[in-house]
C-alpha cells in the first residue's frame, strides 16, 4: 500500500495537465480523509489546477453558481442531490445506478473495477478449470450489467449466474444455493452487501468448502479473498480528470468510464487454504500480495 | 556378537523401551491437559457471550448466530464455529454451508446425551485442533411467575450447544516445551542409566573373560593356568570348577608345550600331514633335513617330496592306507636344494575317524648306507685276509706234517730197533722226542680242520639235524662206551638247509667234549632243540660234566685255550669249541654256553631255521 501511494504522489506532478476550467469545477468528499483525498488529489493533480472541494461530512455543500462540473468522491458525494445543469462525474461511488435520462446535465461514473472481460478473463487465468462463475451483487445499479455478464461469460466458454441478494442477511442463503453449483464466487464493489460480517462469512464459507471468492477491492483481498480485480484510487481520479477535460472541452464521454489501469492484489494464505498455486506471469502482475 | 555388547543391547533396549514410553505418555498426559484447558477457556468464553448466544437462539435468525459466533471467534481464535438446537441441528455456523444440518458424530451425541462440555482432537483442514462441545444453558425469566414456579437457582435447560475448533497453536508451545524438558530430563536418566548398566555389565563380565583367557590358555595346552576368581556369584563357582577343570588336566595330561618339545628335540625329522599328505607340521630336524619350513600350513605335499627308490615300487601313502603304518621304507626324499636325499619312512595314523593325521618320521640313511658300504668293503677284506689266512693255516699244517711224520717216524723206528743199544738216558729224550711228534701232529690236525671249516664250502642242503646229530653219536661209539656215556638225541629235532658236513663236525665237537671233560662214573648227554623266535632254531647240548667257571664263558671258543693240563680228561687241543663256533657263525648263527661248575654245561647254538630265505 504504502509504496503504491507514494509513486502515486510522486508521478502526479510529472502527470500531463488536460486543458480546464478549475474556476468553473468543484468537488465534493464524503469524506475529506483517505481514500477520498487520496483520489480528489491525484484528480486535481491531473486536472491542472485547484479545484474548490467540499466535505459533506462537516457541511452541505453550497455550490457556486459559475460551477459547471461537479465532480463527487464517495457514496454519500453521489447520492447529494445537486442543481440541475450541473455536468456531474461520480468516482467511487459503488453500486451508483446512472441514468443519463434523469437529469439535463451530463452524468459519467468512474468504474471501480475494469471492465466484465477483462475481470473474467484475469479470474481464469488464477483458475484455469473454472466453468461456473456466480456474481453476487444486490444494489440496483449492477442490474443493467447481468445479461452483458452472462453473454461475456458464454464468450469465454464460462457460466456466468448473477445472483441478487434481497439484503445483506440472506448472504448465508445464497452461498448455500452456490454449494454444489459454482466453481467460483466474485463479489462486485456493492456496498449493500459488502460488510465486515458478510466479508468474514464469505472467506469461512470459501476456505471451508474449497470455492475460491473473487473480490473487486485491496480490502477485500485482504479479508480472505483469493485475489481481487480493482482501481487504484488515483487512477480513479486520473481517469475522472480525463473524463472532466472532455467534458470541458465539450466531447462525448460514455456513461461509465473504465480506468486504463488495474490493480491486481492477491492472497496467499487464501491460496493455500483452497490449494491454488499461482501462476508465475500472476505473481509478476499482482500489485500486492498479502501472506 | 560379544556378550558384552549383547547386554548393553539389551540395557539399551530396556531404556529406550522405558525412555519412550516416558516420553509419549507424558506428552499424551500433557496433551490431554492442554486440550482440557484449551476446553475450558472456550467454555469461559462462551459463558462470556452468553447473552449474544441466548439472543440468536431466541430470534433464530442465522445472522444473529453468525455475529455472536464470529464474536466468539474473534475472542478464542477459533477456526469454526457453530450453534446446534438441542436436537443437534446447526442453526449457525461460520462455514454458512453447514447451516440447516444435523450433527451426529460422536462427539456431539455424547454432547447431546450428557449435556455436558466435552472434547477430542482432530485434524480439520490439515490443522490439529481441539473440537469442543459446550452446552449453553437456556436463559431464565426474570418474572415473577418463574421466579415463584422454578425459584432462582433451580437447573434449566439447555438452550442449544456450542460447538467450536479451537486451534492448538498456542498450546503446542506450551505442550513442546514441557515435552522438550521431559525429554532432557529424561535423556539424562537414560545416559545416567546406560553409563551405569555399561558399567556394572563390565563389572559382571569381567569374570566372564576372565573365563574366555583360561580356556583360551588351556586350548593353547596351558593346563596348569588358573583363573582369578573375582566373584562369589555362580560365575565364580564355574571359575572355580574350571581351575579344578584345569588343575586335573594338568596333572593327567601331556601338554602340547612338553609334546611340542618333545618332537622339536626330535634328532630325525618328523611331519604331521594330513591324510592327503599335505604337510601340517614339521619339527626342527625335518627343517634342518629338507630345507623347507612348512609353512604355512598345508603349502608342501610329502607325497611330492618322495620317489620310491626302485622302479615300480608302490607310493608310499597307498601302502599307508592299505597296512595302517609304514616301516622302515627306503625312499627318496626331494630336498630344497634339489638334492635326493635316502630316507627310511616310518608312519602310522593318528587321531580319530574323520579328522585323522599321519605322522611320519624319516631316517637320514645317507650315513647308515655310507657305513654299510664301507663295512661290507672291510667285510670282503677280511674275507680275503681270512682266506689266505685259512690257506696260509692249511699250507703250513700241510707242509709241517710232512717233516714231522719223518721225524715222528725215524724217533720211532730209532726207539724200537736201537733203543735197547741207547744209553737209558738217551732213550728216556728219544721217548720224547715221539711223544711230542705225536702232540704237535695232533695239534696240526686240528689245525687243519679248523682252517677247513672256512676253506672248504660243502654245498648246502636240507638235511635232518636229528640225523646228523645220531651220525656224530655214532662216530663217537669207541669213546662213549669207553666212558659208559649215555648220550639222548631228541627226535624232534629239526631239519634245516645247511652244510650237513659241519652240522655234524659240530654235534661231534660238543658230544666229544661232553664226554670228555666230564668226572661221572656215567656221563650223560642229551641233544635237543626248540624254536626261537620266527626264524631261528636254537640247539641245546646238554651235560652232567665238571662245567665250565663263569670267566671263561667266552674264552673257551678260542682256538687251542684249554682250562685244564694235557694230562687230564684225555690231553685234547682245544681246538673243538673253536671249530664249532666258526661253523655255527658260517650258518649265520651264535654260540655261548651257560655252566655251573660240577653240575654240567649247556651249550646253545642258535641258528637260521632257513638260510635258503637269507636275503
Known sequence: MKPALLSAFLLFPAAPAYPAAPENTAAVLSLDSGAYLEAFSAFQAAYGGEVVRYDLSRQKPVIDEKVKLLVTFGGKAAGYSYPAGINIIYCLAPGLSVKPAAREAREVRIALTPAFPATLAKIRRIQPGLKHLRILWSAPGYAPYEQAAMEEGARQGVQVTPFRLEGPDSLPGALRGALGEADALWLPPDPLIVTKENLRILREFSWDNNIPFYGSTKSMTREGALASFGISFAEIGKAAARAAAALDRGEAVPGTVYPERTELTLNAAAAKKLGIEFPGPVLDEAGYLFP | MKLYFKTVVFILLLIGSAFWINIHFSGVAVSEAMSAQIADSAAAAAGDLAPAFQKAFLSGKELDGIKALHAFSQKTGSVFAGLAATDGTVLAHTNVALTGTRLADPLMLKGLRTGAPHFRRLFHNGEEIVETVIPLPRQKGSSGEELLFQGPDAPGENAGFLRAGLPLTPARKAEKDITFKLLILAVLIAAAATALSTFFASVILRQVYLLKEGIRKVREGNYDFSVPVISRDELGEVAVSFNKLSRGLSETTVSKEYLDSVLESMPDPLLITDEAGNILKGNRAAAEFSGYDFLPPGSRNLRELLEPQTEGAAEPFALLSWGGHIKELDLWFKARDGKRLPVMLSAAFIGGAGGRQVVSVLKDT????????????????????????????????????????????????LLSDFGAKLDPQAGDYLSRVVKASGRMRRLIDDLLSYARVARVRNPYEYASTARLAEEAVAGLSVLIEERKAVVKVSGDLPEIFCDPVKIRQFFQNLVSNAVKYNDKPAPEIEISAERFGEYYWKFLVRDNGIGVPSQYFEEIFRMFKRLHSRQEYGGGTGAGLAIAKKIVEEHSGRIWVESEEGKGSVFYALIPADLSKKP
Open chain 2, 366 to 413: 645317507a650315513q647308515h648306507k655310507e657305513s654299510e658300504a664301507r663295512m661290507a668293503q672291510y667285510l670282503k677284506e677280511v674275507e680275503t685276509v681270512n682266506s689266505e689266512l685259512d690257506a696260509f693255516a692249511h699250507t703250513v699244517s700241510h707242509d709241517l706234517k710232512e717233516p714231522l711224520r719223518g721225524i715222528e717216524m725215524f724217533s720211532a723206528m
